[in-house]
C-alpha cells in the first residue's frame, strides 16, 4: 500500500488511490514498511520539568507505595468506568486512591525517562483534597452520576480553574481562566478534573510544518505504541495517549475536522466527533466557531458515551449550543439493549485494499448489520484553509476577551510579533499558519459563499450515497473522510480495528447524520462487544 498521509483538516479528499490531497499541511508522513525512529527538533518541554509537576504532591504520594500500587493494578489497568465504580462500591479502593494510582503512573511513565510520552501538562494541585470530598459524598449516597469520582484529563484549550489553558502557546502560560461550560458540567455531575494534557499547539493551526504532538509548552507527545516510531496523531495528542497509557479513564478533546478521531485512531482508543453544538465550546480555545467541537476520548465506548453524557447541557453564551436538537443527557444505560441487526451501513470501495477495513466490515456483517459498498463521490473541498484562517483571525480575540485570563496578547499578529522575539524556545517550527491567518482577509458575502460551498459538497460526499442506498451511516479508517463530516456537520466516532504494520493501531470510524450520536453509540458498542480488537501498548502494562 502507498504512504498514508494525514492531513492537518482532511486526511482524503477521496478515498481513490489516484485522487489528488488538498493542499494542507501535513500532520503525519509514515512509511509503514520499514521502522524508522522519528528524529524530532524538540522532544522534552523547556517550560515544565518533572518536578514542577510534582511538588505540590510529594508529602502526600509518600504514603501510597509501589506494593500498594501493584496490587491496585489489576482492579484498575484498563477497566471501563463500571467496572471502577464497583471497585470503589464494593470497597476495594476509594476514589482517592483511585486518583493516586493514576498519579502514580503518570509519575512513574510520563516525563524524563526511556518510555516517557509526554503527555500531561498540569495536575489539579486540589485533586486529592476534591477525591477526599467525593469519598465522603459516595458514603453520604450522593452519587448522581456514572462519572462521579472518575478522574478526567482535559486537553489544554480548555479552561479550568486552578491551572493555565495555554493551548500549548508560551503566550499563554499564565491564562488563568474560570471553568469552561463542559467543566462546569462535568464537576456538577461529580467528576475529578485529574489535569491538562498537551495538544498539538494551537490545535495544530499554527506551524504547518511542525509534528502533531508538539507543542512549546508541553515538548513532543509521543505513541505508546510505538515510541518515536509511530505518529500520534493530532491535535488532541496528550487525550489519546494519556488514556491509551492508562493514565486516567478518560479525557476531553477538541476537533475542528479530525483531531479527536486522528490520534484516537492512532493510539488505539475510541473518540467521538459530535455534532457542533451538541457540547457547549464555551471557554475553548478556538480555531473556527463554524466548525470546533469538543469530544471524549476513551479506552471503551461505554466509557466514552458516560464522559460524553457528563458534559452535555444548553450553553445559552454559545448559538450553536442554543440551536442544538439532540437534547438527550443519557447515552449509556441502554447502549446495550441495541444490536446491528437491519442497520445498513456504507463502505467505502476505495478502502477496500485495506486488509483490517475488510475484516471489519466482516465481523460487522456476522453481527447483523447490512453492508453495502459504494464509489466515494468526487467532491472537493475548496478554500478549507481560508474558511480555518477567516474564522480563527476573529475567534481567537473573542476568546481572549471573553473567557481569556490576564494575557499580553490580544490578536494573531500579538502571538506572532511575541514569539518572534524568541523563537528558539517559542516557535522553533516556525509559524507558517499563523502567517497565512494575518494575511487573508474576505468581506462577509465571501466568507458565506466560503461556508455554503464548503457545507454542500460536504453533505453531498454521504448523502448522494445514503440516499441512494437506504443507509444509516458510512464507515471509513482513522479521520480520512473527517473533512467532509467537519463542513457537513456530520457525527463521527471511532474504535480500535487492530494494527497494522510497525504495530500501528487503526480506527474504524462511523458516520451518521446530524444528532445521531445515540446510534453511532449502539453500532460502536454492538461491534466492539463483537470484536474487542484493542490491546494496551506492550511497554506499558506494569
Not at 452519587?143 to 495555554?166: C, E, Q, S, W, Y
Amino acid at each position: 500500500m502507498k504512504k498514508i498521509f494525514i492531513l492537518v483538516v482532511i486526511s482524503f479528499l477521496s478515498c481513490k488511490k489516484d485522487s489528488k490531497e488538498q493542499e494542507l499541511p501535513v500532520q503525519e508522513t509514515r512509511d509503514t514498511t520499514a521502522v524508522v525512529e522519528k528524529e524530532y527538533k524538540v522532544l522534552d518541554s523547556k517550560f515544565l520539568t518533572k518536578d514542577s509537576i510534582w511538588a505540590p504532591f510529594k508529602e502526600e504520594m509518600a504514603s501510597f507505595s509501589e506494593d500498594r500500587y501493584t496490587m491496585l493494578r489489576p482492579l484498575i489497568l484498563d477497566k471501563t468506568i463500571p467496572d471502577l465504580q464497583r471497585s470503589v462500591k464494593n470497597g476495594d479502593f476509594t476514589y482517592e486512591e483511585l486518583v493516586k494510582f493514576y498519579l502514580f503512573r503518570i509519575r512513574k511513565y510520563d516525563r524524563n525517562n526511556s518510555l516517557s510520552l509526554n503527555s500531561v501538562i498540569s495536575i489539579n494541585p486540589t485533586i486529592l483534597e476534591e477525591a477526599r470530598a467525593r469519598d465522603r459524598a459516595f458514603k453520604a449516597g450522593e452519587r448522581k452520576h456514572a462519572i462521579f469520582g472518575i478522574p478526567v484529563l482535559l486537553k489544554d484549550n480548555i479552561n479550568t480553574t486552578g491551572m493555565p489553558t495555554t493551548a500549548g502557546a508560551v503566550a499563554f502560560q499564565n491564562n488563568l481562566t474560570e471553568d469552561a461550560f463542559l467543566v462546569t458540567r462535568l464537576k456538577e455531575n461529580g467528576a475529578l478534573i485529574l489535569g491538562k494534557v498537551n495538544l498539538s499547539e494551537w490545535a495544530y493551526f499554527f506551524c504547518g510544518d511542525c509534528p502533531s504532538g508538539y507543542s512549546a509548552i508541553g515538548g513532543q507527545t509521543l505513541n505508546p505504541y510505538g515510541r518515536k516510531i509511530l505518529d500520534t496523531g493530532g491535535s488532541s495528542s496528550g487525550s489519546a495517549v494519556a488514556v491509551a497509557a492508562n493514565f486516567a479513564p478518560a479525557a476531553v478533546g477538541s476537533e475542528t475536522s479530525g483531531s479527536i478521531l486522528s490520534p484516537s485512531s492512532q493510539n488505539s482508543v475510541v473518540g467521538l466527533k459530535p455534532t457542533v453544538g451538541v457540547l457547549s465550546r464555551g471557554g475553548i480555545v478556538p480555531i473556527s466557531g463554524t466548525l470546533d467541537t469538543p469530544g471524549p476520548i476513551t479506552k471503551s465506548v461505554i466509557d466514552n458515551a458516560i464522559l460524553f453524557s457528563a458534559m452535555t447541557g444548553r450553553d445559552k453564551e454559545d448559538a450553536a449550543s442554543v440551536a442544538n436538537k439532540n437534547l438527550g443527557s443519557d447515552f449509556y444505560t441502554s447502549i446495550s439493549e441495541k444490536s446491528l441487526k437491519g442497520v445498513r451501513l456504507g463502505a467505502i470501495k476505495g478502502l477496500m485494499e485495506d486488509s483490517l477495513y475488510v475484516a471489519a466490515i466482516n465481523d460487522l456483517k456476522q453481527a447483523g448489520a447490512e453492508v453495502v459498498e459504494f464509489e466515494a463521490e468526487e467532491v472537493q473541498l475548496p478554500n478549507f484553509i481560508r474558511l480555518l484562517n477567516l474564522d480563527m483571525k476573529k475567534d481567537l480575540p473573542h476568546y481572549i476577551e471573553k473567557y481569556g485570563g490576564e494575557v499580553e496578547v490580544r490578536s494573531v499578529e500579538d502571538v506572532m510579533a511575541y514569539n518572534l522575539m524568541d523563537t528558539l524556545n517559542r516557535s522553533p517550527y516556525g509559524q507558517r499558519l499563523f502567517e497565512g491567518i494575518k494575511n487573508d482577509s474576505a468581506n462577509e458575502k465571501e466568507f458565506a459563499a466560503i461556508k455554503d460551498t464548503l457545507r454542500r459538497n460536504g453533505t453531498q460526499f454521504f448523502e448522494v450515497p445514503m440516499k441512494k442506498h437506504n443507509l444509516d451511516g458510512v464507515l471509513s479508517i482513522n479521520n480520512y473522510h473527517a473533512g467532509f463530516a467537519a463542513v457537513a456537520k456530520y457525527p463521527a466516532i471511532t474504535v480500535p480495528m487492530g494494527y497494522g504494520e510497525n504495530n500501528a493501531p487503526k480506527g474504524l470510524t462511523f458516520f451518521a447524520k446530524p444528532y445521531r450520536e445515540a446510534d453511532l453509540y449502539s453500532w460502536a458498542f454492538a461491534y466492539e462487544k463483537a470484536t474487542n480488537r484493542r490491546v494496551s501498548p506492550e511497554n506499558y502494562k506494569n
